[in-house]
């Protein structure tokens, strides 16, 4: 079973920014496109972006497409996003899976999910 831990959230105000992380124990990691989807209170989880098992092919939602960049190190199990210009819309739990099925409209792979990570971004 694999166990993801999320971490790197936190409060920031409308345009700052903030980088998350996310560490698989799995050992197979590499052999995975990863990808880092949120949930805010009251809605359901949504696909934010997706990388490939390479690290050579990223993938967005149009809602932050030119404000957040996935990155993955291998050697480390770890799958990163850096968010920059945040908006008050970004708030929400922010978690980290294998992403399989489409490029742009992946579904998360495991069935187990870690603990996520808040992002609060003030007005």
């Known amino acids: 079973q694999v166990q993801l831990v999320e971490s790197g959230g936190g409060l920031v105000q409308a345009g700052g920014s903030l980088r998350l992380s996310c560490a698989a124990s799995?050992?197979?990691?590499?052999?995975?496109?990863m990808g880092w989807f949120r949930q805010a209170t009251g809605k359901e989880r949504e696909f934010v972006a997706r990388?490939?098992?390479?690290?050579?092919?990223?993938y967005y939602a149009d809602s932050v497409k030119g404000r957040f960049t996935i990155s993955r190190d291998n050697s480390k199990n770890t799958v990163y996003l850096q968010m920059n210009s945040l908006k008050p819309e970004d708030t929400a739990v922010y978690y980290c899976?294998?992403?399989?099925?489409?490029?742009?409209?992946?579904?998360?792979?495991?069935?187990?999910w870690g603990q996520g990570t808040q992002v609060t971004v003030s007005s």
């Open positions: 899976n294998a992403a399989v099925g489409p490029n742009s409209d992946p579904i998360p792979l495991f069935g187990s």
């Open positions: 799995r050992r197979t990691f590499s052999s995975y496109d």
């Open positions: 990388v490939s098992n390479t690290g050579g092919g990223t």
